[in-house]
């Protein structure tokens, strides 16, 4: 009885130390795709006025079909920006700014975007996924 | 009559609510920068009234029409029952054969009344010559003299308050010119020409589009009036009618190479550069008059803001923006890419 009581008591120690080490990782996935103090629905917008969308996929906004750049769906999931930077929010907004100084060989133009903008269009592109 | 259970009595109020809130949203239709509501010139007034005045009529006509229509099916009812024939009618049917005919008359005249002068074909001041393109406007400032001045793309400037004739021509299917804020519709038909007057009250931007289906891209095919005050509208045709400045620059003179050398003067022009001339450009691919591109509004006739992110955009992959657009695609090196873009946006 005691040997049978202490397994299942373990198992369900187990279990809770198993969800409380998902949730504090799917946490610390979240808050690793935060971009500091951005507006992601104005973000959406800007992505249009700018002209991203114009040469990117990009979920939520009109008429961003085209494949000139490659889609900006799923963005969390990539490894490294444009192929040169490792993704996160911060280089993902200075990327959105300066991309000819972070790859001299990308056909992709500065468009001489705002900090303030960069972070806003980076916080949309993580919010979706 | 019977209740109805008060489950089906609230789906049906629920019904009629929706159905309420749905109408009271339709006439925010008639608002937006495209509404003939909204009149900002002598000529699109007039075609207000006239259409206030149709408007009401109409719903004048129907109300009679549905009175006696309610009035003749009791009456048919009440004689059913009584047995007495139904007469009386023929008064009414003559006044109501009468009112048809008075009334379709006076719209007639009010009609042509309010679309005569939009055609008439004047004399004096600047002409602005417009031809239909698949998809997209090509517009040509004339002097008094009917002197050719110069040519621009999907945007045309006129002084405010002032009248201003358009001669409408097509060289390929038949467009329709219409600013709703402007005036009135006017058909651009292959070796015709066709005259419009339009005038705007106040300085502003006011969008056109074709009215008439003219293809895969009828939907963007659109433009833009830009009214001015005088001073500045006689400035603007002063830079207009000059020739492109030459890049001094080297990424400026290596986009100019490239320009030309991708095969852009294929189909367009850049005046006074060694880019391109007019006569450089065939006939048959002509596209729109670069000279001055980045001093425009938008980019493949009205259909994207003119911005540098857009115009690469437009440049890599037309097709995704304009499908079937006459613009072939460019996979430029990027270096190239770049000082194409940045020549691009110095033709102020």
Redesign the interface.
Known sequence: MIVRGSGALGLMALAVGGYLWFDANQASSETRWRVPVADADRGRILLRDYGCSTCHVVPGVPGARSRVGPPLDYLTKNSYIAGVLPNNPQNLVHWIQHPRQASPETAMPDLDVTERDARDMAAYLYSGG | MQRLPTAARLTRSVRLLVCCVVLCMLPTGCHGPQSMLESAGPDAAGVVTLWWVLFGVATLVTVTVFGFLFVSCIRTRGSLRSGEPNVGLGGVLMIGGLATVVLLFALLVATYEQAQPFADEGNGGITIEVCGKLWWWSVVYYDEQGERIFETANEIRIPAATPVQLRLVSDNVIHSFWVPKLGGKMDMIPGHTNHLWIEADEPGTFRGQCAEFCGVQHAKMAFFVVALPAEEFREWIAEQRMAAVEPTSDVGQRGREVFRQAGCTRCHVIRGTSASSPTSRSAVEHGPDLTHLASRLSLAAGT??N????????I??PQ??KPGSLMPPFS?P?QD??AL?HYLESLK
């Open positions: 994207l803001p911005r540098r992110g857009h115009l690469g955009g437009w890599a992959d995704s923006v430029l990027a890419f770049h873009l």
